[in-house]
């Protein structure tokens, strides 16, 4: 069946980058419907960043512009997050995800991985 996994995920120091990548096995999915997700220690899930529709750029959210950047390789059926400067603060579990349709809140997504853990150290 239709499985999303993440990986790239590890131990950084503060200022450090890492590379996250979401593999989509069992079906080519759209780079339009993917996200990024993450959900820190103790909080809840929250919207990370996606590729806008129009194709144009990527939309991220506020904490994370400037250092997070999405994109996608289709003939590898794969999506990334690159994080540069990374804080204490970006500690969480990420995920991709695809959307069912709506918002790209969580609620509306229809596809999730089981997530790979970043932990920013300072």
């Known amino acids: 069946q239709v499985q999303l996994v993440e990986s790239g995920g590890g131990l950084v120091q503060a200022g450090g980058s890492l590379r996250l990548s979401c593999v989509a096995s069992?079906?080519?999915?759209?780079?339009?419907?993917m996200a990024w997700f993450r959900q820190p220690p103790g909080k809840e899930r929250e919207f990370v960043a996606r590729?806008?529709?129009?194709?144009?750029?990527?939309y991220g959210a506020d904490s994370v512009k400037g250092r997070f950047t999405i994109s996608a390789d289709s003939a590898k059926n794969t999506v990334y997050l690159q994080m540069n400067n990374l804080k204490p603060e970006d500690t969480a579990v990420y995920y991709c995800a695809k959307r069912a349709g709506g918002t790209w809140a969580a609620a509306d997504m229809d596809l999730w991985g089981k997530g790979t853990l970043v932990t920013v150290s300072s």
């Open positions: 069992g079906r080519t999915f759209s780079i339009y419907d």
């Open positions: 590729i806008i529709w129009s194709g144009g750029g990527i």
